[in-house]
């Protein structure tokens, strides 16, 4: 079965860097677009970023462009999200997702940016 594992997530300081990761597994990975969403406490969940299967393409919410990068690895199924200069409204817990004949989401990992 399809599997999405993310990990990454953590603690740090406003202006501070986090890089997470995205581990897939049951999917032709190589061959579908990813993306990470993320939802803070209190409100709907949001889109992030995209990928597309062969990293050509990607796409970024206004609120992460030039702050973060989306990325990925197809030879290790994994889809990566470097976050730099963060914001405390960046707290949330970040999901990866992709579509597959039906969406699949991850369990998520916990960011926290204290100011």
């Known amino acids: 079965q399809v599997q999405l594992v993310e990990s990454g997530g953590g603690l740090v300081q406003a202006g501070g860097s986090l890089r997470l990761f995205c581990a897939a597994s049951g999917l032709p990975f190589s061959t579908v677009a990813m993306r990470w969403y993320r939802q803070a406490p209190g409100k709907a969940r949001e889109f992030v970023a995209s990928?597309?299967?062969?990293?050509?393409?990607?796409y970024y919410a206004d609120f992460v462009k030039g702050r973060f990068t989306i990325s990925r690895d197809n030879a290790k199924n994994t889809v990566y999200l470097q976050m730099n200069s963060l914001k405390p409204e960046d707290t949330a817990v970040y999901y990866c997702?992709?579509?597959?004949?039906?969406?699949?989401w991850g369990k998520g990992t916990l960011v926290t940016v204290s100011s």
């Open positions: 990928i597309s299967w062969s990293a050509s393409t990607t």
């Open positions: 997702n992709t579509r597959s004949g039906m969406d699949y």
